[in-house]
Nanobody, 121 residues
Framework: VQLQASGGGLVQPGGALRLSCATA????????AGWFRQAPGNEREFVAT????????YYADSVKGRFIISRDKVKNTVYLQMNNLKPEDTAVYYC???????????????WGKGTQVTVSS
């Protein structure tokens, strides 16, 4: 499964961005998917995950209420809508896929290349 993340950029505090994670193959639809992020000097941390069926999503406490993960099985794409962005959300964001919903990088089987998100005025 080859994952391609896009949608990052520079945004002011309080702004919004939508990240996309796409793949050419439909096998992506049989995997749980999600997002991690890594800021300079920090470890990669969990952001959000959603099951292969697009069921109940799970979020890190730091983004709960601001970020929304969803998936479109027709387009083989997972999205991360990021609202009310804060400077501490600045990081490289990575999409990921695994056999079940995950909270740890150890449970991820496939990684996409990261996309940079910078929140600054």
């Amino acid at each position: 499964v080859q994952l391609q993340a896009s949608g990052g950029g520079l945004v002011q505090p309080g702004g919004a961005l939508r990240l996309s994670c796409a793949t050419a193959g439909s096998t992506f639809n049989s995997y749980a998917a999600g997002w991690f992020r890594q800021a300079p000097g920090n470890e990669r941390e969990f952001v959000a995950t959603i099951s292969w069926a697009g069921g109940v999503p799970y979020y890190a406490d730091s983004v709960k209420g601001r970020f929304i993960i969803s998936r479109d099985k027709v387009k083989n794409t997972v999205y991360l809508q990021m609202n009310n962005l804060k400077p501490e959300d600045t990081a490289v964001y990575y999409c990921a896929a695994g056999p079940r919903v995950f909270y740890s990088a150890y449970d991820v089987d496939y990684w996409g290349k990261g996309t940079q998100v910078t929140v600054s005025s």
